[in-house]
């Protein structure tokens, strides 16, 4: 199941990809994305490879965020939000491509509380 999600998730996020202008943020992409983080996050306690799959998913559906945001002079906080959040999926993409699970574990953690921190500030309540 994670497979068909994670490979629905690069698609859309290559699709995406493609211009930043038209990319948006929609709730639906963002439960893929918590689905996937969560998944990457197992992976890496279990020290499985399939981490680097979802690694690069999130990666690029990060830096489609950190685009966005970017666009956007009057949310600076977001724009925070989404630098930090994309820079941690660069550092889990090198943990990973150096077998450093201990360090990837350290990058998911960053990249959730980073996420919370974004959604504790943005999320309709």
């Given at each position: 199941m994670f497979?068909?999600?994670?490979?629905?998730?690069a698609l859309l996020v290559l699709c995406a990809a493609g211009s930043a202008a038209n990319f948006?943020?929609?709730?639906?992409?963002?439960?893929?994305?918590e689905e996937t983080l969560k998944a990457v996050d197992s992976d890496v306690a279990l020290k499985n490879a399939q981490a680097a799959t979802g690694a690069t998913t999130l990666e690029a559906y990060f830096r489609q965020v950190e685009s966005f945001y970017a666009a956007k002079p009057d949310m600076a906080q977001a724009?925070?939000?989404s630098h930090a959040a994309h820079e941690h999926t660069l550092a889990l993409q090198r943990a990973l491509q150096a077998d450093d699970f201990t360090a990837a574990a350290d990058a998911v953690g960053q990249l959730t509380r980073s996420c919370k921190a974004c959604h504790d500030a943005y999320r309709q309540k």
């Open positions: 497979a068909k999600k994670a490979v629905g998730a948006e943020i929609v709730a639906d992409d963002m439960r893929d994305i724009q925070t939000f």
